[in-house]
């Protein structure tokens, strides 16, 4: 048998203890970078799906006495119009709101595959974890992104296509971190009384074991979301990302990246909004693990 | 500890053997052919070219066929460039692609973790803000966006590097394709040893070592550096994949005649054998460069014997 | 900034000084470097495809008629020849002085050996439908003739016959496509099929192959064997293949592309304020259109719809407004500027556009539906861009105008052309046409029953009998009639929605010379020359 020797970033730092939740809720509470991206997000978000709602323009229908026209009060067109004249202002939101809901459906897919399969290896333990994981060790070594770019190619754009390939990458991950965290719970005292009083394998996964894994899911899934979104904006760039009129900030943004001397502002709004989501998961997903780190608390 | 490479060598043969199972099936799934074009080719034409290359058998006696020639290392020829065998098109890219992504790791790492140690050791300093923000900001804006950046402001604006080409890999040509491919991976390599450095900064020996009054430089790289390095070593393989992927945009906006760029070129041509080829060569590598990082990882920390029975 | 750049330049080597630079700052004197498109295919002119392959076989390769810098027909290894007076036995003299670049001379053997190459199905061309209308040439393509029956005859090692099925008054036009060069017969019996290799390859053109490395550049250099080598000016001349054409854009105006092959849309504004001098515009022979799948519902036996849906796209505002690109607003099949032909174009152009907008509505209403009850239509498009923004526009237009929703369908190439050509799941899609040879034909063609990329599905008895007739008139004008009374009868069927006829775009350094527009858009090297700047 081969052993797992490299261990994730995260599996070996993260320990979650409940008792800690309340006290670093207060920690979390008081890292100011972390305080203020939850606030950025929430407005942002907030921005994302009630922000259309105050602009004159739907994002849709073409200005054309605004075609590629910079920021302007007139018309409404905050943020200027794109190479076709739709509002940008719009398009932006709308960009937002797919990259958001991507990202967190692809993170959703991941952690539904990864939980449930880290935490069945991770419970059996002994061959059931050997051979599980060492099909993990395999699908690892599997050049992932080209597979996803073929099926994009072949198979068209289609969100749900996009939502499974991504997802399908990233529950590796996942199905690491969570094997160890559960190899570690199972031996402990509230397992063994659950198994005394008679609970089916199933229960205890269910009701003891992955309630407990919330920690270090919550970190993962704040660091996974702008992966994702990274990930989308890749294949967008290479024209696989999502079908038009819909869009994304990956989209957009690989059509502003081509334009961006001629007309900035289609590049630099959109991208302006991708950087600040990716900038504040990151930064919501350090000062987690900072809360759930027992090596720094101070 | 060579039993133990020797088995992991040969747990190669089945991952790679999945790896040439499903991309096979998956590409010739695809709709449309290399041979269809936007003229229809006259039936006798099209007979003749299926002939050529075993398109008239059934799909399972072309795997066949094609597994046969992989053995003797034969990917067969390219269907696109008709003038060319895959094998040589990939010899040809290959150590271009190679050179390019070992610059870039290298280029990552050093900055990367020199940055994560200052950042560290100055933690809450203007430096490690500074320092981290620009992380950050590695992070969060997509290669694909810097590039043409970097090309318009360095190449084009103030004419101090080429704005593509490769030029048989002269420095200078290298410069901008390989900061840019490095970029993001600077960032997170950054992040993660200031993270590590952290931890090992508040153990007992190197408490005990500032209290013994040695110079600081000599506690960071000599003392600090091996343990902290661990988690990024861990790194590598992600960071490895990453930089491939990444390659295939940045080969494709630089010019660079590397493999990357033959990838999405030869699916969207239905390439059969270029793709296949691309997608096993890059299979075999990321196998052995992880295989190259668990040895590191081996070598660097002390609890872990190569070999050993897992129980975490 | 030159100076700057040779600043740092020497700054960075004297640092580095162990890596050499090689080639940066060559001597650009009469060297020449061409943004190429993508990697061509092969240098085999009778096994590749695409712009990319026949930009370099121009320069390798030469055939019987080549091209004046303005695209005029003009004398290439034949060097003069005659037609019978049925149109249908060419006899062609060819040039003592051409030479292969080995030396070897050019003879009618060659030719006779190249062009039974080429519709030998065994070869596999794809250009084999080049000399179909020589005698006996589609006979032997599907398989039922030898190729030694072509009716092509070498009288001497300087004299061609060639018989034609047919008057074929485009044929000398023709012979200037790539796939009817000559091969070296005995080079290629040598190296089989790595004769295209640098070392292996023998060409008769003006170029002679000296490096191809792969995806980064094919060098060639002067033929000294050449006949015309004295008037020959370029030394040498690189082809870069560069498919991002924002890339190629920025290596151009770094100084390191002389000729692009393409121009970004989307900078086309910057490119006008900037660069006006250097942007080259010209009408080429292509066509812009959607095609309707006129074998199933919605669009079979929808006249009125067909009709509805193509008055209401405001071509004017498409190009000008949208695509700034110099593309002409299509109301025709053939675009103007082809040789002995003036297109026929619909009588609702000249109407003002809110005029033709109601009677659009009127004939949509006719159709059955209304704005209480939409017409929902699904559009097809390949991945590009320009395809996205066109589609998206059109859209909005019949949105705007009739109500018609809109579903886009972006599909990557291959699947795209699948679906086209199953005719099942269409209903508008994207499409255009290119022409091979400068004629009127080569566009109406392409709507025959029976043609191969008649993706509409168009059949029309009254149609393809026009055009038999036209194949069969000798006489210029009675057959410019003719063609022109069939594109009248496809464009009163609304097969397909024209939208532009093409231009090609490049941007050209004022330094170099003997640059003409055509509407081939052929820009042979050994025309052009860099001036002393």
């Known amino acids: 048998m081969v052993c797992l020797i490299r261990k994730s970033v995260w599996e070996r730092k993260v320990v979650i203890n409940a008792m800690l939740l309340k006290q670093g809720r207060a920690q979390f509470a008081a890292n100011r970078a972390a305080r203020t991206s939850v606030i950025v997000l929430l407005v942002i978000i907030l921005l994302a799906i009630f922000g259309p709602w105050f602009s004159p323009n739907n994002g849709e229908d073409i200005d054309y006495d605004y075609i590629a026209a910079a920021p302007t009060l007139e018309q409404g067109h905050l943020f200027g119009t794109d190479s076709i004249g739709r509002d940008l202002f719009v398009r932006t939101l709308q ?89 570690s719970l199972r031996s402990r005292e509230f397992v063994d009384s659950a198994r005394v009083s008679g609970a089916s394998h199933w229960q205890i996964i269910r009701r003891h074991i992955i309630p407990n894994l919330m920690g270090v899911v919550i970190v993962y899934v704040t660091l996974t979301i702008p992966q994702v979104i990274l990930v989308e904006s890749f294949l967008s760039f290479l024209g696989l990302g999502i079908q038009e009129p819909q869009a994304s900030l990956g989209s957009l943004v690989s059509e502003g990246a081509q334009e961006m001397e001629t007309y900035p502002w289609v590049l630099i709004f959109p991208a302006l909004f991708l950087s600040i989501l990716l900038f504040g998961f990151n930064l919501i997903g350090d000062g987690l693990r900072d809360v759930w780190d027992p090596k720094q608390r101070r | 500890m060579l039993v133990y490479i020797l088995k ?73 460039y008709n003038n060319y065998s895959v094998t040589e098109l990939i010899m040809q890219g290959f150590p271009i692609s190679l050179q390019l992504g070992l610059s870039a790791i290298l280029l990552a790492l050093i900055i990367g973790c020199g940055a994560g140690m200052v950042a560290a050791y100055r933690q809450n300093s203007r430096y490690d803000y500074i320092l981290m923000s620009i992380a950050m900001l590695g992070i969060s804006i997509p290669n694909f966006v810097m590039a043409p950046i970097l090309i318009l402001l360095l190449a084009v604006l103030l004419p101090v590097f080429p704005a593509g080409g490769w030029d048989d890999g002269s420095l200078m040509n290298q410069v901008l394709p390989v900061v840019a491919l490095a970029l993001p991976q600077i960032a997170y390599i950054a992040r993660i040893t200031r993270g590590s450095m952290l931890d090992v900064l508040r153990t007992g020996y190197i408490r005990t070592a500032f209290s013994k009054g040695l110079p600081t430089h000599i506690i960071l790289l000599r003392h600090a550096l091996k343990p902290a390095l661990l988690p990024v070593v861990s790194y590598l393989g992600p960071a490895i994949a990453g930089i491939i992927t990444g390659s295939v945009v940045i080969e494709q906006i630089f010019g660079i005649p590397g493999l990357g760029r033959y990838f999405v070129q030869g699916a969207l041509n239905r390439d059969y054998t270029l793709v296949m080829g691309v997608v096993v060569f890059y299979g075999v590598l990321i196998v052995l460069l992880n295989l190259l990082v668990d040895l590191v990882y081996g070598l660097l920390d002390p609890q872990i014997r190569l070999g050993a029975q897992s129980s975490d | 900034m030159q100076r700057m750049r040779c600043f740092v330049n ?7 000084s162990v890596l050499p630079v090689p080639g940066y700052a060559e001597d650009r004197l009469q060297v020449l470097h061409r943004g190429n498109g993508s990697e061509p295919q092969s240098l ?65 053997y060659d030719f006779v050996y190249s062009w039974r190459r080429i519709v030998d199905p065994k070869t596999g061309s794809y250009y084999s439908q080049t000399l179909a209308p020589i005698k006996n040439a589609e006979a032997i393509i599907q398989g039922k003739a030898r190729p030694d029956s072509l009716g092509v005859r070498a009288l001497s090692s300087t004299v061609l016959k060639v018989t ?49 490395a792969v995806q980064s550049h094919i060098l060639l250099e002067r033929n000294p064997h050449y006949w015309n080598n004295a008037k020959t000016q370029i030394d040498r001349v690189y082809f870069h293949p560069v498919e991002n054409i924002s890339s190629e854009l920025k290596r151009y105006r770094a100084g390191e592309l002389d000729i692009t092959e393409n121009v970004p849309i989307s900078q086309m504004g910057w490119i006008r304020e900037n660069l006006r001098e250097e942007l080259r515009i010209a009408p080429y022979l292509g066509v812009y259109y959607l095609g309707y799948n006129l074998t199933r519902a919605p669009f079979k036996d929808n006249l009125k719809l067909r009709q509805a849906l193509s008055m209401v796209i405001n071509r004017e505002v498409l190009t000008d407004k949208i695509l700034k690109t110099g593309d002409l607003p299509a109301y025709s099949w053939v675009p103007p500027g082809v040789a002995n032909y003036s297109s026929i174009e619909y009588d609702w152009k000249s109407q003002p556009f809110k005029q033709r907008v109601l ?63 199953a005719m099942k799941v269409t209903q508008v899609f994207r499409s255009g046409w290119i022409a091979d ?30 055009l038999a007739q036209s194949a069969m008139q000798l006489d210029q004008t009675k057959r410019r009639q003719i063609l022109q009374q069939a594109e009248r009868h496809l464009l009163n069927d609304y097969a397909f929605i024209p939208i532009y006829h093409y231009v090609s775009k490049h941007l050209v350094k004022p330094y170099v010379g003997g640059y003409e527009d055509n509407i081939m858009d052929h820009h042979y090297t050994r025309h052009l020359f860099i001036k002393p700047h």
Request: proline share 5%; glycine share 8%; hydrophobic share 45%.
């Open chain 3, 164 to 212: 034609l099925k047919g008057p074929t008054p485009y044929f000398l036009g023709l012979l200037t496509h790539s796939s009817t060069y000559p091969v070296h017969r005995a080079s290629l019996q040598k190296h089989g099929d790595r004769f295209t290799r640098p070392g292996n390859l023998v060409s008769n053109g003006a170029y002679q192959l000296s490096e191809w």
């Open chain 3, 437 to 466: 040879y400068n004629d009127a034909y080569s566009f109406a063609e392409l709507l025959h029953s029976q043609h191969g990329v008649n993706d509409m599905g168009y059949t029309s008895a009254e149609y393809d009998r026009l």
């Open chain 3, 44 to 108: 085999d002119p009778h096994k590749s495809e695409g712009v990319p392959s026949a930009n370099i076989q121009r320069d390798l390769f030469e055939g019987l008629i080549s091209e004046a810098a303005n695209g005029d027909l003009e004398p290439g290894v034949a060097k003069s020849w005659t037609m019978s007076a049925d149109g249908r036995v060419y006899t062609f003299k060819l040039r003592q002085d051409a030479k292969w670049s080995n030396g070897d001379l050019v003879t009618a």
């Open chain 2, 8 to 80: 992991r060598l040969l747990g190669i043969i089945p991952t790679l053997l999945i790896i040439i199972t499903i991309s096979y099936f998956l590409i010739r799934m695809a709709p449309g052919g290399p041979f269809d074009l936007d003229q229809t080719l006259p039936p006798e034409i099209q007979a003749s070219l299926e002939a050529k290359y075993h398109f008239d058998k059934p799909l399972p006696v072309q795997f066949g066929y094609y597994i046969a020639d992989l053995m003797r290392g034969d990917f067969g020829p390219s269907f696109q």
């Open chain 3, 10 to 16: 020497s700054f960075i080597i004297l640092v580095a």
């Open chain 3, 359 to 421: 009677e659009a509505q009127r004939l949509y209403q006719e159709a059955g539906y209304s704005k209480a009850n939409p017409f929902t239509v699904e559009l097809r498009y390949n991945t590009s861009e320009n395809h996205k923004k066109i589609a998206l526009v059109i859209a909005a237009m019949w949105k705007q105008h009739l109500g018609v929703k809109t579903r886009l369908y972006n599909e990557e190439w291959k699947v795209f052309l699948a679906n086209r050509k």
């Open chain 1, 95 to 183: 960009g937002t709101r797919m990259s958001l809901f991507i990202g967190i459906v692809a993170t959703l897919v991941s952690l539904l595959i990864g939980i449930n399969y880290g935490a069945i290896a991770g419970y059996f333990g002994g061959r059931v974890d050997a051979v599980m994981m060492r099909i993990v060790d395999i699908l690892y070594a599997m050049p992932f992104m080209f597979f996803v770019i073929l099926l994009m190619v072949f198979f068209g754009r289609n969100l749900i296509l996009i939502f499974v390939a991504i997802g399908a990458i990233n529950w590796l991950d996942i199905a690491r971190i969570v094997r160890g965290q559960t190899l």
